[in-house]
């Protein structure tokens, strides 16, 4: 079964950049979904087809995906960003929907 | 807008069944495709299953296959997932979710509590 790996913990300072990776095989060739969650919340779609936001979301947020690895950019991180993410596929030769590991985002 | 609201929490005993409902409004059942989606204490996201529009079947994770069986309801616009052998491990809230995109979940149900205890 397809395999997506995220780091389990990023910390970032209020104000910085956090960089989220999600590896897997050859993941560019796949359209990769961000989600955002907070505790005791159903997840928040942040970012679909790999860098396109989805209404209200903030323009903080961008997504990139290339070869083995796709990233979440959040930008001038805020307090309020503090929160799980996860990258998620659809995965074609099994027709199935593919969660990664997870990243929990510590604002310092 | 479509809207989802699922029914309430579920306490069950380890070999009993379960099944959760998810009502949509604001669009019919028959325009969307409703998956269900599952997360463990402390764990993320899980698919269990949902209906695939291309082939107009509903299709299973590997993992639950045999034991989940999803429904709909179309003159109530209701969903329903129901697990059966239930065992400790399946403690988890369950979310029915929507990919009004192709491949991405935009809409999420606020999520159902079953607790599997003896």
């Known amino acids: 079964s397809y395999v997506l790996t995220q780091p389990p913990s990023v910390s970032v300072a209020p104000g910085k950049t956090a960089r989220i990776t999600c590896g897997g095989n050859?993941?560019?060739?796949?359209?990769v979904h961000w989600y955002q969650q907070k505790p005791g919340q159903a997840p928040v779609l942040v970012i679909h087809?790999?860098?396109d936001r989805p209404s209200g979301i903030p323009e903080r947020f961008s997504g990139s995906n290339s070869g083995n690895t796709a990233t979440l950019t959040i930008s001038r991180v805020e307090a309020g960003d503090e929160a799980d993410y996860y990258c998620?596929?659809?995965?074609?030769?099994?027709?199935?929907?593919?969660f990664g590991t997870g990243t929990k985002v510590t604002v310092l | 807008q479509v809207q989802v609201v699922q029914s309430g929490a579920e306490v069950k005993r380890p070999g009993a069944s379960v099944k959760v409902s998810c009502k949509v409004s604001?669009?019919?059942?028959?325009?969307?495709?409703i998956h269900w989606v599952r997360q463990a204490p402390g764990k993320g996201p899980e698919w269990m299953g949902g209906?695939?529009?291309?082939?107009?079947?509903?299709i299973y994770a590997h993992q639950f296959q045999g034991r989940v069986t999803l429904t709909e309801d179309t003159s109530t616009d209701t969903a329903y997932m129901e697990l059966s052998s239930l065992r400790s491990e399946d403690t988890a809230v369950y979310h029915c979710?929507?990919?009004?995109?192709?491949?991405?979940?935009?809409?999420w149900g606020q999520g159902t509590l079953v607790t599997v205890s003896s």
């Open positions: 979710a929507i990919p009004q995109l192709p491949g991405a979940f935009d809409i």
């Open positions: 604001g669009h019919t059942l028959t325009e969307l495709s």
């Open positions: 209906f695939d529009p291309d082939d107009g079947e509903t």
């Open positions: 050859n993941i560019g060739s796949k359209n």
């Open positions: 087809y790999d860098s």
């Open positions: 998620q596929v659809w995965e074609s030769s099994s027709d199935h929907y593919v």
